[in-house]
């Protein structure tokens, strides 16, 4: 069982940065499972992110972060980090880290383990 716990969302005006920290415990070794991220808007469905393999060599954005975006992680630490620039007011939404053993993808069915999410609201 992996337990994942989000941090670093926040309040930012458009054209602002964030940084999110997504911290793993438990379960195997935490190069042993690929992370996405996902978010939620109120009425919305959970959307894709962002992803990385285990071992960093495989990356996957959402057009709609495409470029503004990134995704890393640090296994020493059991680590991971969306970095976030340019955001827009459409950023707005409950993001979330999840885990997967081995591969996964962009659907979160793909996904055993999720934190609880961590709120970015970007102001106009």
């Known amino acids: 069982q992996v337990h994942l716990v989000e941090s670093g969302g926040g309040l930012v005006q458009t054209g602002g940065s964030l940084t999110l920290s997504c911290a793993a415990s438990?379960?195997?070794?935490?190069?042993?499972?690929?992370m996405g991220w996902f978010r939620q808007a109120p009425g919305k469905e959970r959307e894709f992110v962002a992803y990385?393999?285990?071992?960093?060599?495989?990356?996957d954005y959402a057009e709609a972060v495409k470029g503004r975006f990134t995704v890393t992680r640090y296994n020493a630490d059991n680590t991971g980090w969306l970095h976030m620039n340019s955001l827009k007011p459409e950023d707005t939404a409950r993001y979330y880290c999840?885990?997967?053993?081995?591969?996964?993808?962009?659907?979160?069915?793909?996904?055993?383990?999720w934190g609880q999410g961590t709120q970015v609201t970007v102001s106009s």
């Open positions: 438990g379960g195997r070794t935490f190069s042993s499972y690929a």
């Open positions: 990385i393999n285990g071992h960093s060599a495989v990356v």
């Open positions: 999840a885990a997967a053993f081995a591969v996964a993808g962009r659907s979160p069915t793909d996904y055993e383990f």
